[in-house]
Structure formats: structure tokens, C-alpha cells
């Protein structure tokens, strides 16, 4: 089994930064792109961001210059980095990770459990 643990959502006003994290464990042996999604309320899940094993990153619109997202390759983790945060920024946050455990050859789609993130005005 391959587990997404997130942490660092919160409470942040409106110009302020938060940082969230996500680190994979269990029987996780490889990892290709680790992404970031969000879903706010009554609204479907959208892609902030991801970033390849290479380290290439690719943004919404909406976040680029503003939120960056990094990798640690040898622990599995993947990183939101979100400055200049906007009312309309507050949501659930997911990261997913498309990796293989050690006892598999596929790479399947893993997700955290979310983070709620909330700006307030």
C-alpha cells in the first residue's frame, strides 16, 4: 500500500502564505509526476499544479507567480509553496502522486486526503 500524508493547510488572511507538504510512504518504490488539486465547494476538482521527476512545473493560470511547487526525489515528497493567497484560493487541497510500489511494475494515481486551506477577506 502507497499513502499520501498532507499537512500544512490552515487559516491564512488574504496576502499571506501557507505551505503545504505531502509525503508518501509505505510500499512506494518510484515516482513520476506529483501534482496538486483543489476543490472548492460546489466546484470540481482542478489541477494547481504539477512538477515532473525531471523537475519541470507547469501552473493553473490562476496561480502562476504566486504559488511554486517543489520535490524531494529520495523521500517521496512533493511541496506547495502559496504566497499572495486570495479568498478565491480557499479549498480543499489534494496531492497526487503517480508512482509504482516495490511490488508492482504499474504506476497508478495516488491521493492524499486533502487539506483544507481558507482565506479569509
Known amino acids: 500500500q502507497v499513502h499520501l500524508v498532507e499537512s500544512g493547510g490552515g487559516l491564512v488572511q488574504a496576502g499571506g502564505s501557507l505551505r503545504l507538504s505531502c509525503a508518501a510512504s509505505g510500499s512506494i518504490a518510484g515516482a513520476n509526476t506529483m501534482a496538486w488539486y483543489r476543490q472548492a465547494p460546489g466546484k470540481q476538482r482542478e489541477l494547481v499544479g504539477d512538477i515532473t521527476s525531471s523537475g519541470t512545473t507547469n501552473y493553473a493560470d490562476s496561480v502562476k507567480g504566486r504559488f511554486t511547487i517543489s520535490r524531494d526525489n529520495a523521500n517521496y515528497a512533493v511541496y506547495l509553496q502559496m504566497n499572495s493567497l486570495k479568498p478565491e484560493d480557499t479549498a480543499v487541497y489534494y496531492c497526487?502522486?503517480?508512482?509504482?510500489?516495490?511490488?508492482?511494475?504499474?504506476?497508478?494515481?495516488?491521493w492524499g486526503q486533502g487539506t483544507q486551506v481558507t482565506v479569509s477577506s
Open positions: 497526487m502522486v503517480n508512482g509504482r510500489a516495490y511490488y508492482s511494475f504499474r504506476y497508478l494515481d495516488y
